[in-house]
């Protein structure tokens, strides 16, 4: 086994400082040395996208991603996102459109969504059905997913019109 | 301000607001949505220790030695057991049900002892201190195996030459069933068309993205088990522990707080299960664990491999005479214990015809022992089958008679003013409205324009298909389902509705929460039946010690059992709410309502006091009432349906595909879907229950199929290599309703969890079908890859 390593993470803006194995993915960094048990491992191996993260804003697998590799680095899950209001929009037109079941994988389906609307605001259907298509999801047949994301795009692109007007 | 709201409002204008049949949003969903869920992974525990099983890599397999000593050696390495140490605490079991008269399944042990008989079986634990230390010394055991003759193909498991895996038994038969109407021969005889065909169904798996996940911690000094589990069956579980380890049930208590998806996968007890509470137990302290991705695909339940043979008759008119079946399905080398591993055949042969009204029918069925993984009770359990036997075989009658399929369904299928009624099979049917789903569906996907776009675009080479399908689903099970079978399964369903001291109701169901939004739909009912805003009740599920004795989910049965239950409790509740404001107001109990967490005067429609002022009185002020008057806000009903053996629901689908002849890739370009229900408590979660039925039913028929080479070993076992539906293949669905309400319960609901998946299959192949008649070539192995499409079109030979 290869000796441990010391990283300085910063994970929702706080700093940790942990030895951990070089092998140690990122996803059991986080829920098993921090407790941020919002990133789930579905997979663990890069197929399913339940495990998402943002490291310094861009989204990676946290099963495919070892934890020394964010040394240094701004990792953001889904408690310090949801906490910092960024994407309540996004949620909340989850919640009004039951565009989740069992919740295991909207962590990353949130992430995934909100990286597409970032890039692509007029996102049509298909190109979000496109999109999305990185995160598996068992229960909903994904009908109500790509109608919150149709929300919420709707509704961020109304805010920012009205904020060019004034 | 509180009094000048309230003086607008009157007592019938308060009572007329009803959450029962709105489309409510999940209240306690936002909490997912924010990462807080707890599901069973997220649970750690002082003490807690990990434990790995070593699987079998052979699928038939003697087991010669095992090494164990370099990884005993290994850091943070605390035990390693075999099977015979775990036989010493875990009795083996047997997955047999008395009703399936003659069903045999040789006992089964928590961790394999000798032998291992599929690629997969547990036949070690290795416990550490954490997870990646144990996978570590898994590496370091080394196994010495003599590899024994393996039974992969069940086409062949019955031959005589084929070796019997059980040594007992005389051949690898589970079980056997025939039902037989009496008349078929002649009605085959005098029928004017008669047309024959097989279909293949490819085994799949039902790939919960959380995997299966299990924590046991026994305290050995007082002799108490928890288990916090994720599972859609606690008290089931609570039973099969206590039993299993000679606890008495009332120390063995199961936790299931958030489950990452179910779908039947979760509701079986497996030996994993066992094998983790027996070495909490031998090692004196919590165990978890969590089955990987990998190790998930040949653990967990497989379902639906099947090849049936089937034959229709019909008279000129169209009229169908006669289905005749013969289904051969194969189980692994055990029947799943409680449920058994038959139930999935035997739903095959009960409901294969199932909408229509023929009178003759025969069935045949034939379940055998292979060295698979078991299979066992998933998501539709049988109807999808039995489904796309029946909607397959129809449409090819229709194509070979030239009747529309729309036509040749609205003439053979039960009138909806025609129950109760049984059919061919002997099923009992209360109450179906396929009539009406047939014409609700014909004008949702307006089709004869369809019809129209799909012989125009024929013309220019673009080849397009519509599929229709008819389905019946069982739901709310008697007891006709387990218990007459000895299985210790819950028929009845319990709710304990309480006010508490602040005027808010809180209800306890033992039907858990598996994202359906089962706790949704109760609160719904407790607020309307109790008489009190959504936003005052909440709702406790997934505790044994908490909520009353239930079966938890499966058979569609949470909204129509457990949903009466909470119905039965609340009324019991309000009407006691009713009587201590009567005695406390000093008033008859019937000049007076409850509505919106307030008791008021019918007569001159105005407020007299709200639940608040109710429940300080009964828990702090019971001096200001009457001596011989104790309030009661806590009330416990139970409810099982025995007017029918299964309360059946009806639905329609259909499918729009195109199909691109050169690359045989199937583009599905809509999906409609009309089902009935019965009362629809909130439309928005019964259609997401079929938009995401009618998908899983989807990947059974497009994608997913467990691959097994003649060995017997699994080549896709990763979610990589076995592909599920992803939202890009996946059409939007239209969902519409027709509401018959059962009139074996007050609350009039049936389930809705599983016709999707039961219909959708059968209406892509009949789509896909559609499209390729141009070149008479038809699919009838699920799943339709491109390779069978392109090899039905007769474009690949090798």
């Known amino acids: 086994m290869t000796d441990k390593v010391l990283t300085r993470i910063a994970v929702n803006g706080v700093v940790y400082e942990r030895w951990i194995e070089p092998r140690q993915h990122l996803v059991d960094y986080l829920r098993d040395e921090l407790g941020f048990k919002g990133t789930r491992a579905g997979c663990e191996h890069g197929v399913c996208g339940a495990c998402a993260v943002r490291i310094n804003g861009e989204t990676v697998r946290g099963c495919l991603t070892l934890a020394v590799q964010a040394d240094g680095a701004a990792v953001e899950t889904i408690e310090g996102i949801s906490d910092s209001g960024a994407i309540s929009d996004l949620q909340h037109a989850f919640l009004q459109h039951n565009a989740l079941q069992c919740g295991f994988c909207t962590a990353g389906m949130l992430l995934s969504a909100d990286d597409l609307l970032k890039a692509e605001p007029g996102a049509n259907r298909e190109q979000i059905r496109a999109h999305m298509s990185g995160n598996y999801c068992r229960c909903s047949g994904y009908h109500a997913i790509v109608d919150a994301i149709e929300t919420t795009r709707d509704s961020r692109r109304l805010a920012a019109r009205s904020g060019e007007s004034t | ?798």
């Open chain 2, 1 to 798: 301000m509180n009094d000048l709201v309230e003086l607008h409002v009157s007592a019938d204008a308060a009572a007329s607001l009803r959450h029962v049949g709105q489309s409510i949003a999940r209240p306690t969903a936002k909490r997912l949505t924010e990462g807080r869920g707890v599901y069973m992974d997220d649970i750690e525990l002082p003490r807690m220790a990990h434990a790995v099983y070593l699987r079998s890599p052979h699928a038939h397999a003697r087991i010669v030695s095992i090494e164990t000593a370099a990884a005993l050696s290994m850091p943070g390495v605390i035990a390693i057991v075999d099977g015979a140490q775990m036989a010493q605490v875990c009795a083996p079991f047997v997955g047999t049900l008395l009703h399936m008269v003659g069903m045999r399944s040789p006992p089964q042990h928590a961790i394999a002892i000798n032998r291992a008989c599929w690629q997969g079986e547990a036949i070690l634990a290795v416990v550490a201190e954490s997870r990646a230390m144990a996978e570590d010394a898994v590496e370091a055991v080394t196994v010495v195996w003599e590899q024994l003759a393996v039974v992969a193909n069940m086409e062949t498991a019955l031959a005589p030459e084929t070796p019997v895996i059980h040594p007992e038994f005389d051949s690898n038969l589970c079980f056997h069933r025939e039902l037989d109407t009496g008349g078929v021969d002649a009605a085959f005889a005098a029928a004017d068309t008669v047309v024959e065909e097989t279909y293949f169904f490819g085994r799949h798996t039902g790939v919960t993205v959380e995997p299966r996940s299990v924590l046991a911690d026994f305290n050995p000094a007082e002799r108490r088990l928890t288990v916090h589990h994720s599972t859609q069956a606690p008290h089931m579980m609570a039973d099969l522990y206590s039993r299993q380890f000679g606890l008495p049930e009332a120390d063995v208590r199961v936790i299931c707080r958030d489950v990452g998806g179910s779908f039947g996968i979760k509701v079986h007890a497996y030996p994993d299960d066992f094998a983790t509470v027996g070495l909490s137990i031998l090692l004196k302290r919590p165990v978890k664990f969590v089955a990987d991705r990998l190790e998930s695909f040949v653990t967990d339940i497989h379902a639906r491999e099947h090849r049936i043979k089937a034959r229709l008759a019909l008279a000129r008119d169209g009229r169908i005479l006669a289905f005749d079946i013969d289904d051969l399905t194969g189980i692994g080398p055990y029947s799943m214990f409680p449920r058994t591993s038959v139930v999935e055949g035997n739903q095959v042969v009960n409901l294969t015809g199932g909408p229509y009204k023929h009178t003759e029918y025969r069935a045949k069925l034939d379940v055998v022992f292979q060295n698979k993984v078991p299979t066992c009770q998933y998501r539709g359990v049988g109807h999808p089958i039995a489904c796309a036997v029946t909607e397959g075989i129809i449409d090819l009658a229709a194509s070979r008679m030239d009747i529309d399929p729309l036509e040749l369904r609205r003439r053979n299928v039960m009138e909806d003013d025609s129950y109760p009624r049984k059919g061919a099979a002997g099923i009992l049917l209360e109450r179906l409205s396929h009539q009406q789903c047939l014409d609700k569906l014909e004008a949702m996907m307006d089709y004869s324009a369809l019809r129209s776009e799909q012989a125009e675009l024929r013309k220019k080479g673009i080849y397009r298909g519509i599929g229709f399908s008819v389905l019946i689903e069982l739901t709310n099970p008697s007891a006709a389902f387990y218990g007459i079978g000895g299985a210790r399964i819950s028929a009845q369903e319990g709710a304990t509705v309480r006010l508490d001291a602040t005027g808010m109701v809180h209800c306890a169901v033992g039907v858990g929460e598996q994202g359906q939004g089962n706790e949704t739909i109760f609160a719904q009912i407790a607020a309307d039946e109790v008489g009190l805003p959504l936003a005052s009740v909440r709702i406790v599920t997934g505790d044994t010690a908490a909520t009353p004795y239930g079966g938890g989910t499966w058979a569609s049965r949470g909204a129509g059992i457990g949903g009466e239950a909470v119905l039965l409790a609340s009324r019991e509740l309000r009407a006691n709410i009713l009587a201590l404001a009567a005695v406390h107001l000093k008033r008859d109990a019937g000049e007076l309502m409850v509505a919106d967490g307030k008791v008021w005067d019918r007569a001159t429609q105005g407020p007299l006091i709200d639940f608040a002022e109710l429940a300080r009185i009964a828990c702090f002020r019971p001096d200001l009432l009457p001596r011989d008057f104790q309030p009661e806000l806590v009330v416990t009903r139970h409810y099982s349906q025995r007017d029918f053996p299964f309360v059946f629901t009806n639905g329609t689908q259909a499918s729009y595909v195109e199909v691109d002849t050169e690359t045989g890739f199937v583009k599905l370009l809509r999906h409609w879907a009309v089902e009935d229900c019965g009362r629809v408590i909130n439309p928005m979660l019964v259609n997401e229950q079929i938009r995401g039925a009618v998908v899983q039913g989807i990947g059974g028929a497009m994608f997913e199929e467990c691959l097994y080479d003649e060995n017997g070993l699994l080549r896709n076992g990763s979610m990589a290599d076995y592909l599920v539906p992803m939202s890009s293949e996946m059409p939007d669905i239209e969902v519409a309703h027709v509401e018959t309400f059962t009139r074996t319960s007050e609350l009039g609901a049936k389930g809705a969890g599983e016709a999707g998946t039961a219909g959708a299959p059968a209406a892509v192949m009949n789509a896909i079908n559609d499209a390729l008649a141009p070149f008479v070539a038809r699919v009838t192995s699920q799943p339709f890859t491109p390779e069978k499409i392109l090899r039905a079109l007769d474009k690949i030979h090798v």
